[in-house]
Each structure stands twice: as C-alpha cells, then as structure tokens.
C-alpha cells in the first residue's frame, strides 16, 4: 500500500505575466547553439610584477614548462611580488529571448543574478540529462488536451514516465513541472520568451505528482530510482514533506551510489528545519530561496542541512522596478495544459532547478563528474551571504554560475600561517623583551612584519622570526602585539595578541590579620598565638619575603606563626617584600588576659510529665543532666536536691516521685570549685479513673478533609442519611456517604493522622454503619485496622452477608492495635448511585 503525501509543491505563489504574446509563437527555424570549449588563458606567457617596479611584464614560458610551472617557479622567488596567467577576456553570452530582461533571476545589472551569462561562455548543458521527478512536463503534443509548451521547442527530451497514472506519457496537469522545466532548459536564444540555465541539457519528465500538486512518497521513491536506471546525470525534486522515510532516503542514496546529483526544495515554511528528501544531507543538495536583494525570502526553510541558496522570488515586492512582482519568470499553463502563457512563480521549487541547472553546467564543462566534486564546485564559489561562511540561513551562499565555470581542483596557493609563540597571550613583560613568531606557507615565507599597538616595530625575514622591544616606550598597562607574515606570492595572515606592560613596580600590602585579645587558658601566664599574614598581597607581582617582629624581637618568617606571649599586651609588626625589593607593613596589636575560671553550665533536661499508672500513689522518673558541660575544664560533681534534701550525685539517676508537682534542683561543680544549677519540675499525675477519647468525628463538620484523606474513586461525601426511608442513628444530621464507587479499589476514606495507643492497657472503636441492600456481588463496605505494620480486615459487608438496609452500632476491641501508629480505614465499592453506604459517629477510646 502506498504512503499517503506527505511531500508537496514547494512554490507559494504565480503572477501572470503580460507583455508581449502570451502564446509566444515561433517563426522560421533556430539553430542549436553548440559551444566549443575555449582556453581560460594564453598558454605561452605569464604575467609577473617585480618588487619595486611599477608595473607588471609579460614574461614567455620556458622551453618544456606549462603556464602552471611558471606561475610556480616565479611565486618560490622572493623578488616577486606576484605571477598569474594572462587570462582571456571575451564578450558574454547574452540570449534573444525578448522576455529575457525580466529574468532578473539569472543574471541582472544590480545584484547580479545568478552570473549565467559569464556561465554560458563557457558551457550550456550539453551531454548532461536532468530528470525533472514532478507533475510531469508539457513536452509532447499528446491528444487534444495535452501540447507541447511553445518554448520546449528546441528543448531536448528523453523518455521519461509516469508513476501516477502508470504510463509513459509523463505529461504535465498542474502546470508545476513544466514551469520548473523552463528555469532548466526553456528553449533560449530562439527569439521568443525566455530563457533557461542550461538549454542544451536534456530533460527526462517523471511524472509522481498529481494535478493537484501531490503525491505518494513512494511513488516518488520509484521516480528517483527509475530516473537514476535509465540515464538522468541530475535529479531535481521541487516537492518536500516534514517526514522522513527509510525507503525514501534508499532510493535517494541509491541514485547518489551510481554518480547522480540530486537537488531538492528545502521547503516553504519560513521554518528553521529543512523539508525531506532535502534534509537527507549526505546524499542531496538542499536549496533556499532569495530575492531580487538577495536576503533570504521570508518563506524558505533555513537550518544545519541547508547547503546553498539561489533566486526564488517575492512577489510581493517590486525590488527590480519592472512592473511586475520579483517572482521567477517562466512559460507553463494554468489549468489548461494547452494554452500557456508566462508565469511569475515564487518558492524554493523555483529556486532549486537554477542549482541544478548550473549543476548540468559544472558537469558538462567536465569541472566536476561526481556528486561531491559538484556540490564542491557549487559551495566553494558560491558568493556568501549572512555570517562568514556557512550559517543556516544560506548554506554556503548564493550560487554563482560564472564562478563555478570557473572552479579548479587543481592544487591551491593557501595563504600562510603565523603564531606569536613568546609573550603568552595576556602575559605581564617589563623592560625589553624578545617577540618571536613561527610561520609556515606552502610556497614560502618572505617576511614576517612585527607591530605593538597598530605601529611597526620592525621585521624578520628568515627563521626564527623574531625582533626586540623595549616595553618602556609605552605606558603601563594592556597592548596590542601583531605579527603579520606574508608569503613569497604576496598572500597574507596574522596574528594579535595583548600583554601587560608593568615596568613601574608598586609597593606590596602588608596584611598582619585582625588584632585579637584572648585569655591565658592553663593559668601559666603565657599563651601561644597565631598570626597569619596570607592576606598580605602585591599589586603588580608577587610577596618574597615576610618578617615578624615585636620590637627588636624577630618572631618568625612565614605568612602564618603562632609565637608565644606573656600576659599583657603586644605589639606585632609585619613586614613583606615584593619580588622587586619593595616593602610594606602592618601592625597587629596582641593581648593576653590573665586566667579566669569559667562557671560551668548545668543542664537538668526537660520538665517531666507522667502518670501513676499502678496507682500506687507514685511513678519512678529518670532524670539527666549529662547535658552538662564546662567550657574550661571538667564538670567534677552532680548534686540532685528536692528542697534540702539530696537525692542524687550522678549525671543519670532514677527516682520514685510522689503523685503531684516536685522541683528539682541540679548543681554542677567543676575542676576549680566554680558551680552553677538548673531546675527541672516533675509532675506525677493520678491514674485517670474512666477511658480516654482519643478521637471522635460524627461529621457535622461537613469536609471529610478535616480528618481523612480519600483515595481510590474519592466519592465519598458527606450529606444527610435519607436512603430508602431508612432513619440513621446519626448524632446530628450529616453522615459520611458513599455511592458509585466502581473502580476496583472503590473509595476509601482513611484516617488522616495516626494515633499513638502503646502507652495504654486497652482501647476500642465503636461506629455506627449502613449497608444498601441492593448491593450486587463483589460490592461492599470494609473496615480495616492498621497494626503499625500491615492492615487487617475487621468487618466485611456484602451482598446476602451485611447488606439489609439497617443501622448498626459497632464495637471493636484494639487490644492487639496498642501501637503508636494506629489507623483506620473505610472501603466502600458500588457500582451506581442507587448503592450506597454510610458511616457516622466514629469514636476512638483508651484506657490506661
């Protein structure tokens, strides 16, 4: 089965153009032009210029050498300021097609087109056929709805087919193809119309396209793979799609394997990504589309797989002043494939068949055989537009057919390359220095030329290239360094980098730290001190020396010391030296406090509350002050007090205290007799005599959210018990409800925050519930418990088990659930609203 289109005509719009004859009929025979090649330059001389003469001479080939030998011979010689060829000079091609001056697309007086008449001075097409894989081609007189199109008269044909209609008559229903056709070989020179880039190619018409401008991918997958079988040396596809395609991209790399050059629309998108088969870089050359200006048309796709652009039109401009809008002027038809007339078209499916026109061009001058020797051709002299270099927006830039007639592969004449090797970039240089460089150039270097800040310094002409330069003669701070070498043909390159000058040496800063006062810590009157004068720095180079001194007294000779100081206070002078002898310096001022013994810190915890759970009259507490601590010694004695009685002289003690409220008084001594206290209050509370609630929700509240969380089908809601007639044992008026809970969890309703049982001796829960007794099997109503591990089943409600349309009351005892992450859990399943189940009055009690 066939992939339905995604690819598409690549042109956005047509204009009608009406000078002159719409049908442009021919009168009288035309001769094909067939061009000859000629020689680019005079065979026997060269043209050479001598360092210091004026002007150049011509100078005979030696006996036995070729222009290229000469021109080689004379470029090694230092002498010589330049040797070239004598080229050729020759009027260009201009054709008579009357309608020619409004192709301002293939050349023009402004921008220049796309240079052809320099082009076809040199070849015009011929030996190269160009498979034309669109809606077909007006290229035969076939019935009495399908003509040739006027100006294909002396166009060339090869059989060509069609993969639509699966015949070999690929004529064209759109008007598309044949207007693609005119930019590559319109009949020219002829007297009528207009022109095409090379007219003297032949064109092989595969038709894969429908009238209406669309077709399978596969079909044209055939459409290349047939072209590529049976003799096309260029394939070009004025069609795209956003979709790549593996068999697409088989047949595009199986015409590229046996030498095709295929040429494809990048797309109309105004998109920064290429439309496939274009996008298949390996294999195709994708084609942009400019304007009259030459900036990108504000349709054409842009990205990493544009390879080069060329004219495509805007017809919403008039930039040439002719009239009409820039759009691509060719003869086609519209609707009717009988009656053609001159289209202005716009697109990068016009701007595609000017490359591979000038594709046809380069191979049939033999400048290049190969895809890659033609794409090389094509990007190498094409004129560049936007950032130097390839961008994404015009590829390699504007295609120039009279450059790539003029393309060689033969061996280039590179310029040289030169580096500073000494100073580093952004190095700091004083006095005077060597700047050295290295150069190198396939010919020869003549000289490299030396410049600080833009001025010459001097110049060496042989290895190592190298000069002096006295710093001093600028300021202090950033300069420019150039090296410009150039070699032994004149070509040229450079190198910059800046440096530091710094000849005026400043002094460093001394950095002694800030000054500090601390206590003699073991009372033995001295205390050890460190001082760190890392912080010391120097502006212009680097600190060679540090000195301390307290008077006369020289301390030590390293950024960081730790000196030893009496108590009392001290002086300290810090001295550095830079590497260039300067100095500079800091005072710190040191002081050493006599000892002073530091209370220590008593610490007896937390106040404790707990209960008389014997109910004995009294509960043993634990009580710990090893929170303690003294910050200048040791903590040597606890004692325990309740009033003036002592009950304890450890860190941890455990004591039986009376129900009711106790102070208690910790007293921490410590290794030189200083003490400090910390009070603690202890109260013992008499066994309750009856349960403890520990949670209630009868849900008057109206918001499940204040104590559960839902999951599952979360339809639980809260609203008043009316089901059925059937009066709740509610407290109030609301009850928690659930209905239409039909996914397989059902909806749960889980109590929010886990409650801490494991300090009791038992507890329960008690609820009232209602079971719809229209439940159907596999509906319920479960209650679960939380363990502190996993979740039991405790009750389990369903149909003929449970459900009979009644309030009951609940009871469960939780004496196995006495733990301190207790939680309970209500799931109900039903499938409709007519099913429901109710909950209320949820109480929790414990007892101790």
């Known amino acids: 089965m066939k992939r339905p289109l995604f690819l598409a005509l690549l042109f956005v719009g047509i204009f009608i153009f009406s000078a002159g004859s719409a049908e442009g009929v021919l009168r009288g025979d035309t001769e094909r032009l067939v061009q000859t090649e000629r020689p680019l330059y005079r065979a026997g001389e060269v043209i050479i210029k001598r360092k210091g003469e004026a002007w150049f001479e011509r100078v005979s080939v030696a006996s036995g050498e070729d222009v290229t030998g000469a021109l080689r011979r004379f470029r090694g010689r230092s002498d010589i300021e330049y040797a070239e060829p004598n080229y050729i000079a020759r009027a260009?091609?201009?054709?008579?097609?009357?309608?020619?001056?409004?192709?301002?697309?293939?050349?023009?007086?402004?921008?220049?087109?796309?240079?052809?008449?320099?082009?076809?001075?040199?070849?015009?097409?011929?030996?190269?056929?160009?498979?034309?894989?669109?809606?077909?081609?007006?290229?035969?007189?076939?019935?009495?709805?399908?003509?040739?199109?006027?100006?294909?008269?002396?166009?060339?044909?090869?059989?060509?087919?069609?993969?639509?209609?699966?015949?070999?008559?690929?004529?064209?229903?759109?008007?598309?193809?044949?207007?693609?056709?005119?930019?590559?070989?319109?009949?020219?020179?002829?007297?009528?119309?207009?022109?095409?880039?090379?007219?003297?190619?032949?064109?092989?018409?595969?038709?894969?396209?429908?009238?209406?401008?669309?077709?399978?991918?596969?079909?044209?997958?055939?459409?290349?793979?047939?072209?590529?079988d049976n003799g096309a040396t260029v394939v070009n596809l004025s069609l795209g799609g956003p979709t790549p395609a593996t068999y697409l991209e088989s047949a595009i790399r199986y015409a590229y394997e046996k030498g095709v050059t295929i040429v494809a629309a990048s797309g109309n998108d105004g998109a920064g990504v290429v439309s496939y088969p274009a996008a298949y870089d390996d294999y195709v050359i994708a084609v942009g589309a400019t304007r009259?200006?030459?900036?990108?048309?504000?349709?054409?796709?842009?990205?990493?797989?544009?390879?080069?652009?060329?004219?495509?039109?805007?017809?919403?401009?008039?930039?040439?002043?002719?009239?009409?809008?820039?759009?691509?002027?060719?003869?086609?038809?519209?609707?009717?494939?009988?009656?053609?007339?001159?289209?202005?078209?716009?697109?990068?499916?016009?701007?595609?068949?000017?490359?591979?026109?000038?594709?046809?061009?380069?191979?049939?001058?033999?400048?290049?055989?190969?895809?890659?020797?033609?794409?090389?051709?094509?990007?190498?002299?094409?004129?560049?537009?936007?950032?130097?270099?390839?961008?994404?927006?015009?590829?390699?830039?504007?295609?120039?057919?009279?450059?790539?007639?003029?393309?060689?592969?033969?061996?280039?004449?590179?310029?040289?390359?030169?580096?500073?090797?000494?100073?580093?970039?952004?190095?700091?240089?004083?006095?005077?220095?060597?700047?050295?460089?290295?150069?190198?150039?396939?010919?020869?270097?003549?000289?490299?030329?030396?410049?600080?800040?833009?001025?010459?310094?001097?110049?060496?002409?042989?290895?190592?290239y190298e000069i002096s330069w006295n710093s001093?003669?600028?300021?202090?701070?950033?300069?420019?360094?150039?090296?410009?070498?150039?070699?032994?043909?004149?070509?040229?390159?450079?190198?910059?980098?800046?440096?530091?000058?710094?000849?005026?040496?400043?002094?460093?800063?001394?950095?002694?730290?800030?000054?500090?006062?601390?206590?003699?810590?073991?009372?033995?009157?001295?205390?050890?001190?460190?001082?760190?004068?890392?912080?010391?720095?120097?502006?212009?180079?680097?600190?060679?020396?540090?000195?301390?001194?307290?008077?006369?007294?020289?301390?030590?000779?390293?950024?960081?010391i730790t000196p030893t100081f009496v108590v009392g206070i001290h002086v300290v002078t810090l001295t550095v030296v830079d590497d260039k002898g300067a100095a500079g310096s800091d005072d710190v001022t040191v002081e050493v406090l006599a000892y002073q013994n530091m209370l220590p810190v008593a610490n007896a915890g937390s106040d404790k509350t707990v209960t008389d759970n014997d109910n004995n009259g009294s509960e043993p507490v634990t009580l710990d002050g090893s929170g303690s601590y003294d910050p200048d010694g040791s903590i040597v004695a606890f004692e325990w007090k309740e009033g003036p009685s002592v009950f304890g002289t450890s860190a941890l003690i455990v004591k039986d205290f009376a129900v009711g409220i106790h102070t208690v008084t910790l007293t921490v001594t410590d290794d030189k007799g200083a003490a400090s206290l910390d009070e603690v209050v202890v109260t013992v509370n008499p066994k309750p005599s009856g349960p403890t609630t520990m949670f209630f929700d009868d849900f008057e509240g109206g918001n499940p959210a204040t104590h559960w969380t839902e999951s599952g089908d979360g339809n639980w809601t809260i609203e008043q018990p009316a089901e059925r007639n059937i009066s709740g044992h509610a407290s109030g008026n609301l009850v928690a409800h659930a209905d239409q809970c039909s996914s397989a969890q059902g909806c749960v309703l889980t109590l929010k925050d886990a409650i801490d049982l494991s300090g009791y001796s038992s507890a329960s829960l008690q609820f009232w519930r209602y079971v719809d007794r229209s439940l159907d099997n596999g509906e319920f109503l479960k209650v679960e418990l939380y363990n502190g591990s996993s979740w039991d089943t405790v009750f389990y409600w369903t149909y003929r088990s449970g459900a009979d349309d009644k309030w009951y009351y609940k009871t469960v005892d939780l004496s196995g659930y006495l733990v301190n992450t207790f939680k309970v859990r209500f799931t109900s399943k039903e499938n409709s609203n007519g099913e429901d189940t109710e909950i209320d009055d949820v109480l929790i009690e414990a007892l101790l």
């Not at 240079?115 to 081609?137: H, L």
């Not at 399978?216 to 047939?226: E, F, K, S």
């Open 472 to 560: 001093a003669s600028v300021a202090d701070g950033s300069h420019a360094l150039k090296v410009v070498a150039v070699d032994t043909v004149g070509q040229t390159a450079e190198h910059l980098i800046y440096v530091i000058v710094d000849n005026i040496n400043n002094p460093p800063v001394a950095n002694a730290g800030p000054d500090q006062s601390l206590m003699d810590s073991n009372d033995d009157g001295v205390e050890s001190v460190a001082l760190n004068g890392s912080g010391s720095s120097d502006p212009d180079g680097g600190i060679a020396a540090y000195e301390w001194r307290e008077g006369s007294n020289i301390l030590g000779t390293s950024p960081i």
């Open 92 to 228: 260009f091609f201009t054709p008579n097609d009357p309608y020619y001056s409004y192709q301002w697309h293939l050349d023009n007086a402004v921008y220049g087109g796309i240079e052809t008449e320099q082009a076809w001075d040199i070849a015009r097409g011929n030996g190269v056929t160009i498979a034309v894989v669109d809606t077909g081609v007006a290229y035969e007189n076939n019935g009495s709805f399908y003509k040739k199109a006027p100006d294909l008269v002396n166009t060339a044909f090869t059989a060509g087919f069609d993969f639509v209609n699966n015949d070999t008559h690929p004529n064209d229903d759109n008007g598309h193809g044949t207007h693609v056709t005119g930019t590559l070989a319109q009949s020219t020179d002829n007297n009528t119309g207009v022109a095409g880039v090379a007219f003297q190619a032949s064109i092989m018409p595969v038709k894969v396209l429908d009238s209406r401008g669309s077709g399978t991918y596969a079909d044209v997958a055939d459409g290349i793979r047939w072209a590529a």
């Open 292 to 464: 009259f200006d030459e900036a990108r048309a504000p349709y054409s796709n842009y990205g990493s797989a544009l390879d080069i652009v060329a004219p495509g039109g805007d017809l919403s401009v008039d930039q040439n002043g002719d009239g009409y809008g820039d759009g691509v002027l060719q003869q086609t038809f519209n609707n009717r494939p009988y009656s053609f007339g001159y289209f202005f078209y716009q697109g990068t499916s016009m701007a595609t068949p000017h490359i591979a026109g000038v594709a046809a061009l380069v191979i049939s001058s033999g400048i290049a055989t190969t895809p890659d020797q033609v794409r090389l051709a094509l990007q190498s002299t094409a004129d560049d537009l936007g950032d130097s270099g390839r961008d994404d927006m015009f590829g390699w830039g504007i295609v120039n057919a009279g450059a790539a007639l003029g393309y060689t592969t033969g061996p280039a004449d590179n310029p040289p390359s030169v580096a500073i090797t000494s100073p580093a970039a952004n190095a700091t240089v004083e006095g005077t220095i060597n700047i050295l460089a290295a150069a190198t150039d396939d010919n020869g270097i003549d000289k490299v030329d030396f410049y600080a800040d833009g001025a010459p310094i001097g110049a060496d002409t042989a290895f190592p």
